[in-house]
């Protein structure tokens, strides 16, 4: 009897997919460790009983054609991002910022980067007009009956073919073309809001809130550039020319934020943004052997892991050499991913993988710390797992995310262009054996976990709260269809100002006519 009642609960769950079933997802995902959390969203979505279409180009670097929970659409195109071209740009940054003082490093990110932007932004231009030219493919795309677009706005493909398609439009986001999601949806006061780049916090001196305003204008300029050479030529092609790219980005129904609070600081907020930070995080599954085997005969010292993230594979070799000493100092065991050539100092208490199971690795009880490079979804996974972190930024937000970490004493940053291998040891020591670092972070973990849903549920539901609703306009403010001299009240205070300033001049004006008269008649009488 139990075992029908199992049975049929059973049968229950399998074939009564939660609230809404069988949706079709467009997926216009961006390249790169981008994808693999788009790639998480993705498989949850399809257990879900959606049915997943991915577009990508016949040069995808991540995005595999054959998958067994989304179908593709190929397009053809010269180039793309890939392996070389990010290894480059990796290579050239670590290069100049090791013999860099700090002004030219910032003028570095600053007006340096431009030429790369635009030319990352003009490869995902021509992927949209390879898949808006063939007409073949957006026959069978608009016969389909999407629900939805889902994509990262890192790219700005999504965007335009939702418009073209005319479908619901749902993110998963933190980066737009030149910037952070919130500083463009969002009231985002530079007082207290750090910009990325900034290394700053929430509490700022006057000078730093200087930096912060410079660094967000060189944003909006990026943004502006990149926007004016690449996507509003698009929009104006496909669209029509009364079609505003900026708008478009921001017309979004529902934006799938990837922090929480527990990382980013405390800021404003708009109704359509939903947070789902560590959606990706789940408990660790057991290591394969081998490794579980390495990770034991570690005793009671332990084991450090290290990955700079799967678009950094291998670093300079005298980098790489001074790491591996600093390592090979450690009575731990140490697991490193690294794919370039076997750094001649590498200990014998060091393993070198191609690959780890991250996740596996810092949910594993033995794991005492995590050498990183700050991209989201290791720093997510250790946070999760309260593994606290020794970082070694390299580009991008990385720096910004580690100083989340940093701030909240959950872990430390060692500055790798200047590191030596003693600097390095040192740093790992201090972490090791302070036990504030692993309270603190295992406290940030305890939040992260406190909450009604999991993160990743809480996307989904407002995946499929879009398909049942066929967008979410009631959530949407009005506030980017404004100029920004409505969306400041310029036009109000300069109005209202003047009017203050009429009733004076008349007030003035009637007195000064009252005067002149009442002096007058005194002259008559005298
Ligand atoms: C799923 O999407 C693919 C590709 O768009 C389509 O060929 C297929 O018919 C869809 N399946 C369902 C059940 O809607
Ligand atoms: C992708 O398509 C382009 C354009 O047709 C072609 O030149 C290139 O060789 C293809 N690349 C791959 C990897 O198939
Ligand atoms: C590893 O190296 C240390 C010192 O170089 C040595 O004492 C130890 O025996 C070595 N262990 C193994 C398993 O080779």
Redesign the pocket.
Known sequence: MRLIHFCSAWLLLVFIPRGCHGGNILVLPAEGSHWINMDILLEALHSGGHNITVVR???SWYIKEKSSYYNTYTV???RNLDQEFITKIIFDYIKFERGAIPLTSFLNTAVGMIGTIVDVHSTVGELVSAILDDKELMRILQDSKFDLVLTDPSWGHGVILAKYLNLPLVYNVRWLIAGEAHLAIAPSPLSYVPITGSGHTDQMTFLQRVKNVLLQLINLIQNQVVVKLVYQKLCDKYLGSDIDFNQLMLDADIWLMRVDFVFEFPRPTMPNVVYMGGFQCKPAKPLPEHLEEFVQSSGEHGVIIMSLGTLIGELPHDLADEIAAAFAKLPQKVIWRYIGERPVTLGNNTLLVDWMPQNDLLGHPKTKLFVAHGGTNGVQEALYHGVPIVGLPLIFDQPDNLHRIEVRGAGKIVDIFSMTGDIFYQGIQDVLNEPSYRLNMQRLSRLHRDQPMKPLDTALFWIEFVMRHKGAAHLRTESYRLPWYSYHSVDVVLFLAGAVLLVLFTFVFFIRCLCTKICRSKVKRE
């Open positions: 180009s016949n040069k053809q195109v010269e």
